[in-house]
C-alpha cells in the first residue's frame, strides 16, 4: 500500500509475476517521461522512456503507459526476477527546458 | 562508453573543510548536472551545465560551487557545509539537446558532513 512523509511507496509481488507501478506527474506542460531503477548503493539507471505523442511503449520485459488525462504513468514489469527489486522513480521533462524532475518513488520487492 | 565516473564513492568531511566532488563521463554529451538525494527521497536537482556554461542553479546554497572545466568533467566544490547537506550526492550527463533526453547517472558520492 501507500503512505506518505518518510516512508517510500512498497509494492512485493511473487518472482515470476507481473508487477504495475505507477506514478502520479504534476506537470501539465510535461511531455517526455523516463523510468529509472535504483538499486542499494548506485545511481539511478534508465529503464525506458516514452514521449506525450504516445501512450504506450514497449521494452524488453517492460512496457509503459502514459495517461495525459489524468497525468499517470505506468510501468509494467513482466515475469518479474530477484535481480528486479529496486526503488523505480519516474521523472518527468518540459520539451525546451532541461531540467528533469523525480517522483516519489517505489519500492520493489521481489519474493522468491 | 555510456558510463558517468564519479570520485570519491565516500567522503567524511568536517563543517570547516573545504573538499571537491569529481565527474567525468566520455560519452561526448554537452549537458551535465549535480542531483542531491537524502535517504529514502527522490533525487534533487541542483545545477546544470550546457555546454560549459551555468544553465540552472535551482537556488543552491553558495556554499556549494560547481565547476564545468570541460565537457567531460564536472566538479562540485564544497566549503562550509552543514550537517543537514549529508546526502548522495549524484552526478548526470545528457546529450544537451534542451530536454526530452534521458540522462546517465554515475554511481554518486555519499557525502557526511560531522
Known amino acids: 500500500g501507500e503512505s506518505v512523509g518518510l516512508h517510500l511507496p512498497t509494492l512485493s509481488v511473487q518472482e515470476g509475476d507481473n508487477s504495475i507501478i505507477n506514478c502520479a506527474y504534476s506537470?501539465?506542460?510535461?511531455?517526455?517521461f523516463i523510468w529509472y531503477k535504483q538499486e542499494s548503493g548506485k545511481g539511478p539507471q534508465f529503464i525506458i522512456d516514452?514521449?506525450?505523442?504516445?501512450d504506450k511503449r514497449q521494452g524488453q520485459r517492460v512496457t509503459v503507459l502514459l495517461n495525459k488525462t489524468v497525468k499517470h504513468l505506468s510501468l509494467q514489469i513482466a515475469a518479474t526476477q530477484p535481480g528486479d527489486s529496486a526503488v523505480y522513480f519516474c521523472?518527468?521533462?518540459?520539451?525546451?527546458?532541461?531540467?528533469?524532475?523525480f517522483g516519489t518513488g517505489t519500492r520493489l520487492t521481489i519474493i522468491p | 562508453d555510456t558510463e558517468v565516473t564519479q570520485t570519491p564513492k565516500h567522503l567524511v568531511m568536517g563543517m570547516t573543510n573545504k573538499k571537491s566532488l569529481k565527474c567525468e563521463q566520455h560519452m561526448g554529451h554537452r549537458a551535465m548536472y549535480w542531483y542531491k538525494q537524502k535517504a529514502k527521497k527522490p533525487p534533487e536537482l541542483m545545477f546544470v551545465y550546457s555546454y560549459e556554461k551555468l544553465s540552472i542553479n535551482e537556488s543552491v546554497p553558495s556554499r556549494f560551487s560547481p565547476e564545468c572545466p570541460n565537457s567531460s568533467l564536472l566538479n562540485l566544490h564544497l566549503h562550509a557545509l552543514q550537517p543537514e547537506d549529508s546526502a548522495l550526492y549524484l552526478c548526470?550527463?545528457?546529450?544537451?539537446?534542451?530536454?526530452?533526453?534521458?540522462?546517465?547517472f554515475g554511481s554518486g558520492t555519499q557525502l557526511s558532513v560531522l
Open positions: 548526470a550527463s545528457g546529450a544537451g539537446t534542451g530536454g526530452h533526453e534521458k540522462l546517465f
Open positions: 516514452i514521449r506525450s505523442n504516445m
Open positions: 506537470n501539465s506542460a510535461s511531455d517526455y
Open positions: 521523472a518527468e521533462n518540459q520539451g525546451g527546458n532541461e531540467k528533469l524532475t
